[in-house]
């Protein structure tokens, strides 16, 4: 049974520009989280995806967005990268009717030059 | 706004020995997790904690949860080597949200 996948792991962008991650959740979840964790930080909710609409979002700007696909799986889209931006992105999984456990990915890990 | 606290942030005990860490929060919630995360990998999930009073052990590590006074503690027992790595509580915001708020995590170190 397949856990969280997330892709790629490792991506250098400059200022300014576009990018996008993507998540597959574990077999049988259909709900989809993300969170970005700075270095030294605790993870920091963006926002989660479940039915392919963003349900919550936390304190992130627009440049943030994201897609759900109808197989559940999902992508984090940041323009105009900042400095800031570099970061861990996690996903995380659940099934929301059943209201149980998240399940993290291994995590993108963001630098921006 | 739901605010979570832990202490202490770094921590740096002998192996054999006992510890407890503590994790408060601001706003009543219905779920509390505790994860591990070791360098550069993801967080691997160690507690799920549903209600006041609940108690959960996992080989050297027992965590409960006092909703009443809205604090988790995390009990280390005679520490190995082995549980280096940096802990984190999360409250979940209450309402069925499953977002989660973390705190800043407590980096263990257990030296021999």
């Known amino acids: 049974d397949a856990g969280v996948t997330q892709s790629p792991t490792h991506l250098i962008k400059t200022r300014g520009q576009q990018v996008t991650l993507r998540c597959s959740p574990k077999?049988?979840?259909?709900?989809v989280s993300w969170y970005q964790q700075a270095l030294g930080q605790g993870p920091q909710f963006i926002f989660q995806?479940?039915?392919?609409?963003?349900?919550q979002r936390g304190n992130f700007p627009d440049r943030f967005s994201g897609h759900q696909f109808p197989n559940y799986s999902s992508e984090l889209n940041v323009n105009a990268l900042l400095l800031g931006d570099s970061a861990l992105y996690l996903c995380?999984?659940?099934?929301?009717?059943?209201?149980?456990?998240?399940?993290f990915g291994a995590g993108t890990r963001l630098s921006v030059l | 706004e739901l605010k979570v606290e832990q202490n202490p942030l770094f921590l740096s005990m002998q192996e054999g020995k006992n510890y407890t860490i503590y994790c408060n929060y601001s706003?009543?919630?219905?779920?509390l997790y505790w994860y591990r995360q070791d360098p550069g990998k993801s967080l691997e999930s160690l507690f799920v904690?549903?209600?006041?009073?609940a108690v959960k052990q996992e080989g050297r590590l027992m965590a409960s949860l006092d909703t009443k006074a809205r604090l988790s503690t995390l009990h280390i027992t005679a520490a190995v080597h082995d549980l280096s790595a940096t802990y984190f509580c999360?409250?979940?915001?209450?309402?069925?949200?499953?977002?989660?708020?973390f705190g800043k995590g407590m980096k263990l170190t257990v030296n021999p």
């Open positions: 995380a999984s659940s099934l929301v009717r059943m209201k149980n456990i998240q399940y």
């Open positions: 077999s049988g979840h259909d709900t």
């Open positions: 995806y479940y039915e392919e609409e963003e349900r």
């Open positions: 706003t009543t919630s219905d779920r």
């Open positions: 904690l549903l209600s006041n009073g």
């Open positions: 999360a409250v979940e915001v209450q309402g069925g949200s499953e977002k989660l708020v």
